[in-house]
């Protein structure tokens, strides 16, 4: 019914950055809330960054003034500019989205398959 798909993840240096894509696509009716989470080997997940569908913004206080969560509505899309990366960034980043389906009551979260981001010191 419903697929989110990330993408830009990759190998990068210490101090460089990436920025990360998210697109939903299938039945759905509206999204709310859409965010970005990661896991590192060994460890949970965690929030990285949510935005509102207003564009309301929260950071996790370790990303806070290196990463910027943005979204484009028309395009049900979601993007993360990561900034200043560091190797503790290393981790899976899986998408995340709230939402409703066009013919289904109720909502829904769905989640991406994930993209690796590797920064190497």
């Known amino acids: 019914q419903v697929q989110l798909v990330e993408s830009g993840g990759g190998l990068v240096q210490a101090g460089g950055s990436l920025t990360l894509s998210c697109v939903a696509s299938g039945n759905i009716g509206s999204i709310n809330g859409m965010g970005w989470y990661r896991q590192a080997p060994g460890k949970q997940r ?39 990366l560091k190797p503790d960034d290393t981790a899976v980043y899986y998408c995340n989205a709230d939402l ?13 398959p994930g993209t690796q981001v590797t920064v190497s010191s």
């Open 46 to 84: 965690d929030l990285v960054a949510t935005i509102t569908s207003g564009g309301m913004t929260n950071y996790a206080d370790s990303v806070k003034g290196r990463f910027t969560i943005s979204r484009d509505n028309a395009k049900n899309t979601v993007y993360l500019q990561m900034n200043s």
């Open 100 to 112: 409703t389906l066009v013919s289904v009551l109720g909502r829904f979260r769905y989640w991406g």
